[in-house]
């Protein structure tokens, strides 16, 4: 409970910039953790530049998502060889006057030293499919308590031509490019259970505060190497409630050397 708090802080920075609106808090939240550590703050404010309204009226038109989403990111400027990017360009550029889209640099993106699943080209694709196969998606989440049934909405895929692309006109082995399960575990470890927790905190909603932690007991404990200190010495997470909660721990705690102010480290140390 303590980390989902602490989670809920970036909740209401975006709800307090929306003005309130939860269906655009949930979109920008989204956005803000598909972009992954590295690319957070690019992917939020492509995000912030591009109103859902827009999107959701070619809602049925998967390639002018994601060429308006790749246009606002700054990423179809210049000159390409192949003709996929250059329909985007085609369909950006008929779209970016009389909807007054502004992009933002494309120079805030980062490429180097990432795995190239996680280029941000191939999630921006992987975002455009989200947007298009949901409709007023914090609304349909908020009726959702089963983790699968989240897990699958999350499961979205890039568009064909990165099937054997990890960046415009460089060609790689071809390969199906599908969010894998630990990333879709991720968005809704630090998204969607955050924000929902949220909105059962401003609305005296108890039981979706429930529901956001009973969501995070249907899903497997994450793996990192702070959670393979605590296997070694003994602790297991059985779900990602504990497993997040053993990080609060190591962050709150261990690392900071505060072992009498917590109440583990205090039994630890009285009992010797």
Known sequence: ????????????????DSHGNWE?????????????????FPFELMARATEQKLLARWR?????????????????????????????QEDYDALRQGAKLTPIAGYLWKFF???????????????????????????QLLDTSNAADIQKLFSVKASPYWDNHFQFDKPSPGMEKK???????????NAWVPLLFEYGNQHGLQNYKDQAVDILEQIKPEDNQILR?????????????????LLQLHGKYCSQHLCLQCQIGYHCLVKK
């Open 1 to 16: 409970l303590d980390r989902i708090e602490s989670k809920c802080d970036n909740v209401r920075r975006l709800l307090s």
């Open 24 to 40: 655009e808090t949930c979109y920008w939240l989204l956005a803000h953790y598909f972009g992954g550590k590295a690319n957070s």
């Open 60 to 88: 049925d038109r998967p390639q002018r998502i994601e060429a308006i989403l790749m246009g606002q990111a700054g990423l179809l400027d210049g000159y390409f060889d192949d003709e996929y990017p250059r329909q985007l």
């Open 113 to 139: 030293r990432m795995r190239p699943y996680s280029f941000p080209t191939l999630r921006i694709s992987q975002f455009a499919q989200l947007v298009c196969r949901s409709q007023n998606l914090f609304s």
């Open 179 to 189: 969010v894998g399960d630990s990333f879709v575990d991720l968005l809704i470890i």
């Open 229 to 245: 200190q605590w296997r070694k010495a003994g602790i297991t997470p059985k779900n990602a409630a504990q497993s997040q909660a």
